[in-house]
Nanobody
Framework: QVQLVESGGGPVQPGESLRLPCTAS????????MRWYRQAPGKEREFVAL????????NYADSVEGRFTISRDNAKNTVSLQMNNLKPEDTAVYYC?????????WGQGTQVTVSS
């Protein structure tokens, strides 16, 4: 069955870094755009980053531009989000999502908490 499994979350202090991998299975990963979203307590889920199926296209939310980097390894069916210079406002559950035409899949999320 289709699975997207995020990992790598945890508590960090402001200014530190985290890398969130997301491993996909059960679908043709190489054809899917991959995205990261996040949802903070009491807020709506928001877009964080996008990478195209071939890896040649990336896009970021203004709030993370220059600090976060999305990448993918189509040989390993993984997409990763490298997060540098983390801020308290980055605290959220982070979700990876796969999209191809009308097909959309979601992972279960991983918690990132940035606090001193």
């Amino acid at each position: 069955q289709v699975q997207l499994v995020e990992s790598g979350g945890g508590p960090v202090q402001p200014g530190e870094s985290l890398r969130l991998p997301c491993t996909a299975s059960g679908f043709a990963f190489i054809y899917y755009d991959m995205r990261w979203y996040r949802q903070a307590p009491g807020k709506e889920r928001e877009f964080v980053a996008l990478i195209g199926a071939s890896g040649g296209l990336t896009n970021y939310a203004d709030s993370v531009e220059g600090r976060f980097t999305i990448s993918r390894d189509n040989a390993k069916n993984t997409v990763s989000l490298q997060m540098n210079n983390l801020k308290p406002e980055d605290t959220a559950v982070y979700y990876c999502s796969a999209r191809f035409s009308a097909m959309v899949y979601w992972g279960q999320g991983t918690q990132v908490t940035v606090s001193s």
